[in-house]
């Protein structure tokens, strides 16, 4: 069915696997030949299995970059809208790595206008967005993990309080129990 002398044969038969990787074959030329025909159909399942998985690589590709968004690390935010509560520790880093800062009165306003896309990201403590997407923003909003601006979070008592030593032995009995991990995964990771 190929013939045309070995250099003729071969051409055709390339041009055969090549339609009929491609389309749904050549149409009048086939092989005849019980090998022939072996050869041809694991051409033709693994030209499926191919186009398939070729396919299937562009449409993941596409549509992991559509739901990733515009934000995928800090330097994202220089050409993006950004949002933070103003006058808060992540508003005033923004602001000071140049970075054009919308103001929010509070966390849910701003991650309300993330879930809506009226801004790309917005940007605060990293374990009170991450709580507050769980909680009210479930699957609208996703918290990147990187800390920018280290910054510490503690509680305040009057000078000499009773209270001080009560509450940290409260606090590391606490962390070492079972709930303290329930409780660090619910509120903090």
């Known amino acids: ?32 030949t019980a090998g022939g025909r072996i050869i041809a159909l694991i051409w033709m399942i693994f030209s499926i299995v191919y186009i398939a998985s070729f396919t299937a690589n562009i449409t993941t ?3 992991m970059k559509e739901l990733s968004g515009k934000v995928r690390g800090f330097n994202d935010l220089y050409n993006t809208r950004v949002g933070s509560v103003s006058g808060s520790e992540g508003f005033d880093f923004l ?8 103001p929010f009165e509070d966390m849910q306003e701003g991650l309300a206008a993330v879930a809506g896309r009226v801004i790309d990201a917005f940007v605060l403590n990293e374990q009170v967005l991450k709580h507050l997407a769980k909680r009210e923003f479930p699957g609208r909003v996703q918290v990147l993990p990187g800390i920018y601006d280290e ?13 001080r030593k009560p509450i940290n032995k409260a606090l590391l009995q606490l962390m070492k129990t079972k709930n303290w991990t329930e409780l660090r995964n619910r509120y903090i990771h």
């Open 1 to 32: 069915m190929f013939g045309d002398g070995t250099a003729g044969g071969i051409a055709h038969g390339v041009w055969w696997a090549v339609v009929t990787m491609t389309t749904v074959g050549y149409g009048d030329k086939a092989p005849r």
């Open 151 to 163: 910054y510490f979070v503690s509680m305040a008592l009057p000078q000499d309080s009773s209270l």
């Open 95 to 102: 602001t000071k790595q140049g970075i054009t800062v919308i």
């Open 61 to 63: 590709a596409l549509t």
